[in-house]
C-alpha cells in the first residue's frame, strides 16, 4: 500500500531530479546519461573478502549516482527503478563477458535485504532494480531471469558501524538458498545495488556455490568511488 501511495504521489506531487535536484522531473536527461554511460569498471573492495567473484560497477557511488540510488531506495521513487536497472544491466553485461556463459540462461540472483528492511522501506529495492535490468538485458538478446532465491537463515546485525572483519563474522552463514531453488550448474549472477566492503556479495556467493549453482561473476549498480575518476 505504501508502494502505491508513493507511485501515486510522484505522479501528481510537482517534484525535481532526484541526481542533482534540478528540473522539474523524477531524473533529468544529463542524470539519467550518466547512469548508464559505462564503461561499466571491475571494483575491489579492500580487503577483498574470500570467495568474491569478480564484481562490476556502472558508475562510482557518489554525487548524483548517490542521489539517485538513495531516492529510490530510502525516499521510494519507485520510477528510479528504470533507469537503475538499465545502469545494472551495463554492469550484468560486463560481468557476464565470462567463458562457458554463452548461450546459457543467465540467473540475476539478487542480494537479499532483511525482512525488517523492507518493511521499513515498504519495498524492496535490489529486487526492483534487477527486474528493471532483466528487462534492460532481454531487449539486448540476453537469455535472464531474476531467481530471489536467496534468504536470510537467521537474523544479522545492523552492518552499519561494524569493521570489515565484524562484518564478515556477522554475515557468514547468514544466507542460504531455498531448497530446490536452483540446480546444479545454474549459471548466476549475482546483484545488489552497491559494492561496500563486499562481504554480503561473498556470503551470497558461498551460499550459490553450497546449493550447486556456478556464481560467475556479481554486477552492481555503483561501486567505492576511490580511485575511479
Ligand atoms: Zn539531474
Known sequence: MRGWWRE??????????????????VLCAPCRGLLSAGPARRVRPVPEPPGLP??????????QARA????????????????????????????????????????????????AAVARRGHDPVRRIALAAAGWLRRDGLPVRVRP???????????????????????????VVRPGALLAGDVVLLVDDLLTTGVSLAEAARAVRSSGGRPVGAAVVAGPPIGWT
Not at 501515486?8 to 541526481?19: D, F, I, R, Y
Not at 532465491?149 to 544466507?175: I, M, P, S
Open 8 to 25: 501515486l504521489g510522484s505522479l501528481v506531487l510537482p517534484t525535481s531530479c532526484a541526481g542533482c535536484g534540478g528540473a522539474r522531473t
Open 54 to 63: 569478480p564484481v562490476y560497477a556502472a558508475v562510482a557511488y557518489a554525487d
Open 68 to 115: 539517485v540510488l538513495l531516492a529510490h531506495k530510502e525516499r521510494g521513487v519507485l520510477s528510479l527503478a528504470g533507469p537503475l536497472g538499465r545502469a545494472l544491466a551495463v554492469s550484468a553485461r560486463a560481468a557476464a563477458a565470462v567463458p562457458g556463459v554463452d548461450g546459457a540462461v543467465l540467473s540475476l540472483v539478487p542480494v537479499p535485504s532483511s525482512r
Open 149 to 175: 532465491v536467496l534468504r536470510q537463515r537467521r537474523r544479522v546485525a545492523d552492518q552499519a558501524g561494524l569493521t570489515a572483519g565484524q562484518r564478515a563474522a556477522n554475515l557468514t552463514g547468514a544466507l
